[in-house]
């Protein structure tokens, strides 16, 4: 069974600028968590979707969004990109939210400059 | 407040020996999960070993085993005869049943494993 991917692996934005992230979760996860980790913060909780709708959010600014599909897979931008947006963006999906085993993909890694 | 601490912030054995790794947690929920992930230079966290709240039997898997003890709010993790391979950063997390899916991580013990 394939695992977690994500798209693009890399990315090189501009400040002011805007992304888009993807993640496809493994076959037959409906739950899909995002994070965010940074030498400074480390890894961060982002939100949280099961079945199109975003079921916890972490402490971002509006910023942050992102949205689920029906098929699961989910996306996640960021609206006016800072420097200290750079980052390994991670997407995790697991069969249900609570008590399952999340499982990662290998990340985004975004670099604004 | 932190809810998962990792003293350990970078650890060094030499290969064959036994490491352990610690973990302290805080939550108030009765119903929470833990876990260990590790990451290697790649970046993907690789899912090792996962308990839950109500199961406090500690167990061996391989080469990994664990020491789950509530009364000090401590999940150790250890790995017997470390490897060059297991050389990376290990993160312990928590879920709490009132929150779902989000994991609260530690910030990581950075392991060398040498030759």
């Known amino acids: 069974k394939a695992g977690v991917t994500q798209t693009p692996r890399y990315l090189i934005k501009t400040r002011g600028q805007q992304v888009t992230l993807s993640c496809s979760p493994i076959s037959g996860h409906r739950s899909v968590s995002w994070y965010q980790q940074t030498p400074g913060q480390g890894l961060q909780f982002l939100f949280e979707y099961f079945s199109e709708t975003q079921r916890n959010k972490g402490n971002f600014p509006g910023r942050f969004s992102g949205r689920q599909f029906s098929n699961s897979r989910s996306e996640m931008n960021v609206s006016t990109l800072e420097l200290g947006d750079s980052a390994l963006y991670l997407c995790a999906s697991s069969l249900v939210p609570g008590e399952e085993t999340q499982y990662f993909g290998p990340g985004t890694r975004l670099l604004v400059l | 407040a932190q809810k998962v601490t990792q003293a350990q912030t970078e650890i060094s054995v030499v290969e064959k020996e036994d490491v352990t790794l610690d973990c302290v947690y805080e939550?108030?929920?009765?119903?929470?999960?833990l876990f260990w992930y590790k990451q290697p230079p790649s970046g993907e966290l690789v899912f090792l070993i996962r308990?839950?709240?109500?199961?406090?039997q500690n167990e061996i898997s391989g080469r990994y085993s664990w020491n789950f003890q509530k009364s000090t709010s401590s999940f150790n993790f250890t790995i017997t005869a470390s490897q060059v391979v297991d050389s990376a950063v290990y993160f312990c997390a928590l879920s709490e049943g009132s929150t779902g899916n989000q994991f609260y991580f530690g910030t990581g013990t950075s392991l060398t494993v040498i030759p």
């Open positions: 939550t108030r929920d009765t119903t929470y999960y």
């Open positions: 308990r839950n709240s109500f199961d406090e």
